[in-house]
């Protein structure tokens, strides 16, 4: 079924791949070893060819948000909201994207921001729910 929300399997890697390199300028490079390892360790939910989310579920209970990217709208809502009901979140996102708009919707507080020395690395809004 194309709409069921599921953790990603191994079939899925080709597209998680390709959707993150169509949106390359949102996320930078995506390894794609650091994909196969989150599918390893069942840290990416899959709305299967429109949407994933890349989290990582830590020691201290929050859930760290790697990447998260939605080609259909309101994917990325229920991607997220999957991901609140395991308990707090935190995620970076770079200050000119309109996600950043999404996020606040969505119930986020921005807690800061980290700002870029660098002409290579972006500035970065850190957004949580908890």
Request: hydrophobic share 40%; aromatic share 6%; proline share 4%.
């Amino acid at each position: 079924m194309a709409n069921s929300l599921r953790l990603a399997t191994p079939k899925d890697l080709d597209w998680i791949d390709k959707l993150c390199r169509r949106h390359k300028r949102e996320l930078g490079f995506v390894r794609r070893v650091a994909l196969v390892a989150g599918i390893r360790n069942k840290e990416i939910l899959v709305i299967p060819t429109v949407a994933m989310c890349d989290f990582h579920l830590r020691r201290d209970g929050w859930t760290t948000i790697y990447a998260l990217i939605s080609e259909k709208p309101g994917c990325g809502k229920r991607l997220l909201r999957t991901i609140l009901k395991r308990g707090p979140v935190r995620l970076k996102c770079p200050v000119n994207l309109t996600a950043n708009a999404f996020y606040r919707h969505i119930g986020g507080r921005l807690i800061r921001q980290e700002r870029s020395h660098s002409a290579k690395r972006r500035s970065l809004n850190v957004w949580e729910w908890n």
